[in-house]
């Protein structure tokens, strides 16, 4: 029998990473809600043709496709093989698979508005959690199943939704416990203006794509990427000459200004970047003209949330303005603007700087101690009291050695052990003991609940 295992870049989680996962969750949709953003689900699967042509060429690569039912049948055995023959050469046919794992939570988001645009109040505000795959190379902070928690407003072009979206990401950070992130913000529009400048506005995607790798491979392979792809030696220069612009965020302004003297694209980016700095006094964003973002569909703004440097984890979450993200789905003119948390990522940051708070391990407040047939029965039933009340309890369910049930407690993270035995019973009294400083008290069974209440 072939020992157990999984999926490469998949993982389980134990009780005590749900319960880890679900601090961090439960900080950053109470975050959400708090800007008035109404949760939202979309399937796992979703049809490949709504996913494909989204993410650019990189992106495209990274679909994890589900194969066809029926495809063992000998009728669709010419099918299948003229299938497959496409698969190599690079292309997808429905003969093969006409459906795929959701890649991110933006793309059938956009689908889900051009769907119920009718019946949805705009501006619509959703956020969003659950799973998503892509097929990527498992390292450290990147899996191929993952979780994400977006948070989206379309039907508004204001900027005040990108203020408001940084001091989202700000608040939940803060929370957390990392205030020490960075939020880099840069916009697609000075992109454009520098596409212009090396040789056109149709070359924004493929100089995006390769601009996004620079954290990744460096600039030396940037510029061999930018040349590989048709740019000129003078394009790749004007392109490295921009993405050196250093000094602050007042000064990379300035500098751009300069650099695309009179060109509508770069002065819009610019005014859109002031204005989400002057509303965002205090908070650690830096204008970052490195950052792209590679995927097609980002038009304005575009943020990334960086983790503290010590930790060497990179990007906790990032997002940005689309201003025609349901045209894809034939509802064009509906803009939107959107950001995501990396939580696996954020996870690993609070793991390696020891911020996850211990209370979040005392899912059951107490252990009653099985002493026999007879006490078990009496236990159960303030067992019961006990979670009618609210209170997590559990009543050990076998009558063993007392050392070996108060060792389960300490292994489950339990504060307390109660002990109603045969003279509890007869006094009417619980023994509560304190499994952090042994010390233990009796409390009256009438007053167990109440006593329980105010721990």
Not at 38 to 51: G, K, R, S, W, Y
Not at 95 to 103: F, I
Request: net charge neutral; hydrophobic share 40%; glycine share 8%.
């Amino acid at each position: 029998m072939a020992k157990p295992g999984l999926p490469q870049g998949m993982r389980d989680f134990s009780a005590e990473t749900v319960r880890k996962r679900n601090f961090i969750l439960d900080t950053i949709t109470g975050v959400m809600k708090l800007y008035g953003y109404q949760p939202l689900e979309t399937p796992a699967m979703e049809n490949l043709d709504t996913l494909l042509g989204k993410y650019g060429e990189e992106g495209d690569k990274l679909i994890f496709k589900v194969l066809n039912n029926g495809l063992h049948d000998p009728k669709n055995a010419a099918k299948a093989k003229a299938g497959f023959e496409k698969l190599m050469e690079g292309k997808n046919t429905s003969d093969l698979t006409e459906r795929a794992l959701k890649y991110d939570l933006t793309i059938p988001f956009a689908r889900y508005v051009a769907m119920n645009s009718g019946n949805l109040t705009m501006p619509f505000k959703r956020y969003q959690v659950q799973p998503v795959w892509r097929a990527d190379r498992p390292q450290r902070g990147r899996y191929r199943e993952f979780t994400q928690c977006d948070a989206d407003v379309v039907g508004s072009r204001s900027l005040i939704n990108e203020v408001e979206l940084s001091l989202i990401y700000h608040t939940a950070f803060t929370q957390l416990g990392i205030p020490q992130y960075r939020l880099k913000i840069n916009s697609r529009k000075i992109l454009t203006a520098l596409a212009q400048k090396c040789g056109g506005s149709e070359k924004i995607n493929t100089l995006s794509i390769a601009i996004d790798k620079l954290d990744k491979i460096g600039l030396v392979k940037v510029k061999e990427e930018l040349l590989s792809r048709g740019f000129t030696h003078t394009q790749v220069e004007t392109a490295t000459a921009f993405l050196e612009l250093s000094g602050s965020n007042e000064e990379k302004l300035e500098a751009v200004q300069h650099l695309f003297e009179n060109n509508e694209w770069a002065a819009a980016g610019i005014s859109e970047i002031q204005y989400v700095l002057q509303h965002t006094p205090g908070l650690p964003v830096d204008v970052d003209l490195t950052l792209a973002r590679g995927l097609d569909y980002y038009t304005g703004i575009i943020f990334e949330a960086k983790a503290p440097e010590e930790v060497k984890i990179g990007s906790i979450g990032g997002g940005g303005r689309y201003d025609d993200l349901t045209g894809l789905f034939g509802l064009p003119g509906i803009t939107g603007v959107g950001i995501s948390f990396g939580i696996d990522r954020i996870y690993d940051v609070l793991e390696e700087m020891n911020l996850f708070p211990a209370s979040i391990q005392q899912s059951v407040k107490a252990l009653l101690i099985n002493m026999g047939a007879h006490e078990a029965d009496q236990a159960f039933q303030y067992a019961q009291a006990l979670r009618t009340a609210g209170i997590a309890c559990e009543l050990y369910p076998e009558s063993i050695k007392l050392d070996k049930q108060l060792r389960y407690a300490d292994k489950k993270h339990i504060p307390f052990a109660i002990i109603i035995g045969a003279l509890e019973i007869a006094s009417k009294v619980a023994l509560v003991k304190d499994l952090a400083t042994g010390h233990q008290e009796k409390v009256e069974l009438t007053r167990l609940v109440e006593y329980f209440s105010n721990k």
